[in-house]
């Protein structure tokens, strides 16, 4: 599904945070693959009803080394700042 986000893609993202563990404290994370999304969030409107059609949130899943603790993250904002990366890259350098 996401075939041009690569593992280092993401962790080059992560990179740009401090992750610490909210159960151990742990600051190494591994992350699942992208070929799937590990889970996909159904949004709700006002935490009543679902939207029609229901707004879909591809995650991965992010797990502490240490103590195995998981977590969500979007993949939508990695895919952009990934995007970002690429298109900063390409632009020339003026002198």
């Not at 404290?25 to 009543?48: C, R």
Request: with cysteine; net charge negative; glycine share 4%.
């Amino acid at each position: 599904m996401y075939p041009h986000i690569s593992q280092k893609d993401v962790y080059d993202f992560f990179r740009q945070f401090t992750r610490v563990c909210s159960v151990c404290g742990a600051t190494d994370w591994m992350v699942t693959d992208f070929d799937v999304p590990a889970v996909t969030l159904i949004a709700a409107k006002d935490g009543q009803e679902y939207l029609v059609p229901p707004k879909e949130i591809p995650c991965c899943a992010c797990i502490c080394d240490r103590c195995g603790y998981v977590n969500l993250h979007a993949i939508g904002p990695i895919e952009k700042w990934i995007q970002l990366q690429k298109k900063s890259e390409q632009e020339p350098i003026l002198d």
